[in-house]
């Protein structure tokens, strides 16, 4: 994994495990990560995440897993790279399959998903999409 972009290393970390149907997979703690784990949680696209460790933390985010052992996030893409940050309107914030996806936003007020990010008239940059 690199160090320059942690959040596009969760975001592969995610996609590699459903993709060979592992249970859990374990990253390197942040406050960032938590709440994106936090989000995809609440939105029912993970069953659970945990931070553990002492001075060395690591979070583990539980994959969930749908009928037929088909996970449940079929795609997710990070939006906003470190050579190119993509920003948005609170407006301007793109529906993910007319809104059967989710936006993960960061905005002034935290991290948000493009729903609350348009529902409280925030903009921000565009982290990650799930669908």
């Known amino acids: 994994m690199s160090a320059s972009d942690p959040i596009a290393d969760m975001v592969t970390a995610i996609r590699n495990a459903q ?20 989000i995809l949680k609440r939105e029912g696209y993970v069953t659970d995440y945990v931070v553990e460790g002492g001075v060395k933390k690591s979070l583990r ?12 996030i079929r795609g997710i893409k990070r939006e906003s790279k470190s050579g190119l940050r993509r920003y948005a309107a609170a407006q301007e914030i793109p529906w993910i399959l007319g809104g059967m996806g989710v936006t993960i936003v960061s905005t002034s007020a935290g991290l948000m998903t493009g729903k609350e990010s348009r529902a409280r008239n925030l903009g921000g940059e565009i982290v990650c999409s799930v669908w």
């Open 61 to 72: 985010v539980y994959l969930k897993y749908g009928e037929g052992h088909a996970p449940v």
């Open 19 to 38: 993709m060979v149907g592992l249970e859990m997979v374990e990253l390197p703690h942040s406050n960032f990560k938590t709440e994106m784990a936090r």
